[in-house]
Structure formats: structure tokens, C-alpha cells
């Protein structure tokens, strides 16, 4: 062990990771409570600067270490991987639709979860050993699918290739396009969902719901491809942001659920006639830009429930790919969704400021056309919705119009609840016209 300072120039393959990583994987035994200590002392510098574990690093760039703390003489006790059997070597590669020498494009079947967990002792990162393919290198996860979810999934073959994803995914720049089974038709055939979502308190985080008051900007885009008549339709979905459950949540909540999806839609999510119980939603097609330069761009085959499903429908299956591509609005940045939790922090704080002002002797009554005491509106605040409808809207908002349009389902002001000057802002929306005008 050495009492000097260590210095490490970054690599190539390090390009743009965080540097709490960088030392999972160069100095694994320097845990990161040391390295938050380090960070928090001064005494971990890049390129002579403080720096801290979330900070990303770039190539060539030199890191300037403390040296290492005096070890325990209890080793620390290493995982070992338990090799893949030849039938589960087979079937992870059996799954592989693109393979060149950055990335593989896996199409993932229902049922089969990405990542681990309780009681999940089966998923794609047990298997990855196994798309090794001769490179020496494990493969890496980059993002990942719900377990019921089938199609296209993204591995990085290199850390290089990892990093480089990774940013795609967090810009927004990488596309994603799902095929659905929805129950009934949206009374709009091309529109954006945009409501904030937030894990469901008491569900210990398994589940997800619309919270406009504390929940994450959201927004998802839907095109109908086909319908059978008012029962179901074949929806075509883009998320342009990355929510946990954030298609099959959207789509419940204008009323029209994943077909499969009880979790969400309860039973009226399933559909009678043969059609299968699973989950009717696939990730189609993948586009994202290649490390190398040029793009990857795979198209995932259906599995056979829904392409049963869609020929049980009547639907002619090419017609899904006949669709124009969909580029859609520019993806929301990081600095966007900020501009717009503030803002709907501040509207929250300003309706709140108005009603104290507000209260009197006469607190009690129900004011003309207000609410009483602040209660809750009748369904979720779904961008394209009828106003004072109990129960979710049919739709959501037409793709092109502004964000935050269409009507407010917000009662008008009282006597003793002034309307902001200019009206308040909706949450993450646009504005939202003041005193229930239309």
C-alpha cells in the first residue's frame, strides 16, 4: 500500500460515465462512502477541480486520487457468477435480432423480467454472459422493458458503447415506438397524454399513478392505427419521457387501458372472444444513434398472443407499418422539465396564498361556482377532457396543439377567491385559462 497521491487519466471506454462508477469499476475495493468523503474534503480532483460522485467524466482527463485507506483483514466476499447452461446460452441468443461490435437489439418475449429482484431469479441480466459472443466483454443493460412488455431491447457490448447510449436516453434523442391493443377508441386519433406521474403511495413503489401536484412531467403520444369498432382499437405509442409504467398509466387514465393490463385497467382491461389475457403491449422499433456514427434502427416481431389478437380483431397487420415515422416534438430536456416543476411549484403556492387570503367569516359555504374548502376535482386532470365529467375523459389532446391545451375543467372564481392576474398555470402544461373560461 502507498501513502502518495494516485492519478488516473481517463479512458476511452470511461467516456461519459459518472465518477462513483468509474471507481466500481477501476477501484472496486474503495467503497463509496470513502468516496463521497473524498468529494466532500476536497481531496478528489478532475483536472485540478473539486469533484463529486454524480459528476460525469470525460475522456483523457486526469483524476487525482487520496490513496487507499488501510484495509480490514476480513476480505470483502465476492459474488461469483454461476456459468449459463447451454439451454440458457441458447436461449438468450435466440432472442437477438441486431449484433455488431457496440451494440445488440434483443426482442425480448413477455414474461421474462429485465433486471432481478424478489423472488425474480430469471431475467436478461442473469443471461448476458451469454452475448458475450467471444469478446471477453459482458454485455450491459442500457435501459429496460416491464416484464410483461415484449420487443426490442438495447444491450451495450462496451462501456464505451454504455455511456454513449445512456446519454441518448437521458437527452431524449433515442426513439422508442410501441405497438398496443387498448380497450375502446379515443375520440381524438392523434394525441398527446401530458400528465405528471408519481409512485402510488402504499404500493411500495410497484405502482404508479398521476400526481399533478408532486408527480414527474410525462408525456406520451398515441396515433390509432386501426379500430373494431367502439370495442378496441391498435394504438401506435411514442413515450418522449422515460416514467416508470408511463404508457400503460397514460392510457388508463384517458380511459382506455392496455388490453391485458389489469394492474392498470382493472377487469375492464380484458377482452372476451379469444383474446389472450396477456399483455397486449411491444416495444416495435428502436432508433437511436450509433457510437460509430450512423444509427441503429430495428424493427421487433410480434409475439404470437397479440399478433393472434390482431388477426382475432380483424386488423391487417401490415398497416402498423405503413404508418408515417413519427419524429414527433422535440423531446423534453432535463432544463425543460426543471422550468416547469417550478413553475407548477409556484401556481401551487399562489392558489394556496389565495385561498388564506381568501377565508373569512364566511369560510364554510361553498362559494357561487367554487369549490368548498379546496376539495378535489372529479377525475384526473387529462389534457383534452370534458369538464365536470365523473370518471376518466375520452382522449387526450391533439398532437399538435400546445402543450396544456385544451379546456379547463377548473370552476370559475369566487367572491372570496380572486383569480391570479393573467390566470394560473397548469401543471406542466401550458397556461390554463382563469375563472373556468373556455
Same mark, same amino acid.
Given at each position: 500500500?502507498?501513502d502518495s497521491?494516485?492519478?488516473f487519466?481517463?479512458?476511452?471506454?470511461?467516456?461519459?460515465?459518472?465518477?462513483?462508477?468509474?471507481f466500481?469499476r477501476?477501484l472496486?475495493?474503495?467503497?463509496?462512502?470513502?468516496?463521497?468523503?473524498?468529494a466532500r +474534503?476536497?481531496?478528489?480532483? @478532475?483536472?485540478g477541480?473539486?469533484?463529486?460522485?454524480?459528476?460525469?467524466? @470525460?475522456?483523457g482527463?486526469?483524476?487525482?486520487?487520496?490513496?487507499p485507506?488501510a484495509?480490514?483483514d476480513?476480505?470483502?466476499?465476492?459474488?461469483?457468477?454461476v456459468?449459463?447452461?447451454d439451454?440458457?446460452q441458447a436461449y438468450?441468443?435466440?432472442?437477438v435480432?441486431?449484433?455488431?461490435?457496440?451494440?445488440?437489439?434483443?426482442n425480448?418475449?413477455?414474461?421474462l423480467a429485465?433486471?432481478?429482484g424478489t423472488?425474480?431469479?430469471?431475467?436478461?441480466?442473469?443471461?448476458?454472459?451469454?452475448?458475450?459472443?467471444?469478446?471477453g466483454?459482458r454485455?450491459k443493460?442500457v435501459?429496460?422493458?416491464?416484464k410483461?412488455?415484449?420487443?426490442?431491447?438495447?444491450?451495450a457490448?462496451?462501456?464505451?458503447a454504455? =455511456?454513449?447510449?445512456a446519454k441518448?436516453?437521458?437527452?431524449?434523442?433515442?426513439?422508442?415506438?410501441?405497438?398496443a391493443?387498448?380497450?375502446?377508441v379515443?375520440?381524438?386519433?392523434d394525441?398527446?397524454v401530458?400528465?405528471?406521474?408519481?409512485k402510488?403511495? #402504499?404500493s411500495?413503489g410497484?405502482?404508479?399513478?398521476v400526481?399533478?401536484?408532486n408527480?414527474?412531467p410525462?408525456r406520451?403520444?398515441?396515433?390509432?392505427?386501426?379500430?373494431?369498432g367502439?370495442?378496441a382499437?391498435?394504438?401506435?405509442?411514442?413515450p418522449?419521457?422515460g416514467?416508470?409504467?408511463?404508457?400503460?398509466?397514460?392510457m388508463?387514465?384517458?380511459?382506455?387501458?392496455?388490453v391485458?393490463?389489469?394492474?392498470?385497467?382493472?377487469?375492464?382491461a380484458f377482452?372476451?372472444?379469444g383474446?389472450?389475457?396477456?399483455?397486449?403491449l411491444h416495444s416495435?422499433r428502436?432508433r437511436v444513434d450509433h457510437p460509430? =456514427?450512423g444509427?441503429?434502427? @430495428?424493427t421487433?416481431?410480434?409475439?404470437?398472443?397479440?399478433?393472434?389478437?390482431i388477426?382475432?380483431l380483424?386488423?391487417?397487420?401490415?398497416?402498423g407499418d405503413?404508418m408515417?415515422i413519427?419524429?414527433?416534438p422535440?423531446?423534453?430536456t432535463?432544463?425543460v422539465e426543471k422550468?416547469r416543476a417550478?413553475?407548477?411549484?409556484k401556481? @401551487?403556492?399562489?392558489? $394556496?396564498?389565495g385561498?388564506?387570503?381568501?377565508?373569512g367569516?364566511?369560510?364554510?359555504?361553498?362559494?357561487?361556482?367554487?369549490r368548498s374548502?379546496?376539495?378535489?376535482?372529479t377525475?384526473?386532470? +387529462?389534457?383534452?377532457?370534458?369538464?365536470?365529467?365523473?370518471?376518466?375523459? $375520452?382522449g387526450g389532446?391533439?398532437?399538435?396543439?400546445?402543450?396544456?391545451?385544451?379546456?379547463?375543467n377548473?370552476?370559475g372564481?369566487?367572491?372570496?377567491?380572486?383569480?391570479?392576474?393573467g #390566470?394560473?398555470s397548469?401543471p406542466?402544461?401550458?397556461?390554463?385559462?382563469?375563472?373556468g373560461?373556455?
Open positions: 500500500m502507498t497521491i494516485r492519478e487519466t481517463v479512458g476511452f471506454d470511461d467516456d461519459g460515465i459518472r465518477l462513483d462508477r468509474w466500481k477501476h472496486p475495493d474503495t467503497s463509496f462512502t470513502t468516496v463521497a468523503m473524498w +474534503t476536497g481531496q478528489l480532483r @478532475v483536472d477541480a473539486r469533484a463529486t460522485p454524480g459528476d460525469r467524466i @470525460v475522456a482527463q486526469q483524476l487525482r486520487v487520496p490513496p485507506e484495509k480490514a476480513t476480505p470483502r466476499p465476492v459474488r461469483e457468477r456459468p449459463l447452461t439451454d440458457q438468450v441468443q435466440d432472442m435480432i441486431h449484433r455488431d461490435a457496440a451494440a445488440i437489439v434483443l425480448k418475449p413477455p414474461g429485465t433486471q432481478g423472488k425474480t431469479t430469471e431475467h436478461i441480466d442473469n443471461l448476458l454472459d451469454g452475448l458475450e459472443f467471444g469478446s466483454q454485455p443493460l435501459h429496460r422493458l416491464d410483461d412488455t415484449s420487443g426490442a431491447l438495447l444491450i457490448r462496451t462501456s464505451r454504455a =455511456g454513449f447510449f441518448a436516453f437521458s437527452s431524449r434523442t433515442a426513439r422508442k415506438t410501441y405497438w391493443l387498448v380497450v375502446g379515443p375520440s381524438i386519433d394525441g398527446t401530458d400528465l405528471p406521474l408519481a402510488q403511495p #402504499g411500495g410497484e405502482k404508479m399513478h400526481d399533478e401536484e408527480g414527474l410525462s406520451s403520444r398515441y396515433r390509432v392505427i386501426e379500430r373494431a367502439n370495442r382499437c391498435w394504438v401506435e405509442l411514442t418522449f419521457t416514467r416508470t409504467h408511463q404508457l400503460r398509466v397514460h388508463a387514465a384517458i380511459g382506455h387501458p392496455i391485458g393490463d389489469g394492474k392498470y385497467g382493472g377487469p375492464a377482452l372476451t372472444g383474446i389472450s389475457r396477456k399483455m397486449h416495435r428502436i460509430d =456514427g444509427a441503429i434502427d @430495428v421487433a416481431e410480434l409475439p404470437s398472443h397479440i399478433a393472434e389478437s388477426a382475432t380483424g386488423f391487417e397487420l401490415a398497416a405503413r408515417p413519427d419524429d414527433g422535440p423531446p423534453m432535463r432544463e422550468q417550478r413553475a407548477h411549484a401556481s @401551487v403556492r399562489k392558489e $394556496r396564498r385561498e388564506r387570503r381568501g377565508r367569516p364566511d369560510a364554510g359555504a361553498a362559494p357561487t361556482g367554487g374548502g379546496g376539495a378535489g376535482r377525475g384526473p386532470a +387529462t389534457k383534452g377532457g370534458s369538464p365536470g365529467k365523473s370518471g376518466p375523459p $375520452r389532446k391533439p398532437a399538435g396543439a400546445p402543450p396544456g391545451g385544451g379546456r379547463s377548473r370552476p372564481p369566487s367572491a372570496d377567491r380572486p383569480s391570479p392576474p #390566470g394560473r397548469g406542466r402544461g401550458g397556461p390554463r385559462n382563469g375563472g373560461g373556455r
